[in-house]
């Protein structure tokens, strides 16, 4: 059995960010600290993904979103979240992958 590359043509983006790396910390850490989650990523951006798993966790966690740094886009950044895994909710496999720059 063998396993091929491809080369990727074309990539879709979102029009708004779901989340900002920089800025909001916590959501970072927090789900580093779950485990999945994995990151290519270099001073200019790059690629992390996150399991859905991981992030229905990370909306049920009221205490997350009352730090500093979430607090006052709280509901901005969970209802990006919402959409982002809407597809995909309840599928333990599943992982959202964000093109950061």
């Given at each position: 059995m063998s396993v091929r590359a491809y080369k990727i043509i074309t990539k879709e983006y979102k029009n708004e960010p779901s989340f900002n790396l920089w800025h909001h910390q916590s959501l970072t850490?927090?789900?580093?600290?779950?485990g999945d989650f994995s990151q290519t990523l270099d001073e200019g951006g790059g690629q992390i993904?996150?399991?859905?798993?991981?992030?229905?966790?990370a909306l049920k966690d009221e205490k997350l979103w009352t730090q500093?740094?979430?607090?006052?886009d709280a509901e901005m950044i969970k209802q990006a979240l919402k959409d982002d895994i809407?597809?995909?909710?309840?599928?333990?496999?599943?992982?959202?992958?964000?093109?950061?720059?």
């Open positions: 850490d927090y789900l580093e600290s779950i993904s996150v399991s859905v798993k991981a992030i229905e966790q500093d740094d979430l607090k006052d809407k597809e995909f909710v309840g599928d333990d496999c599943a992982w959202i992958d964000y093109e950061c720059f």
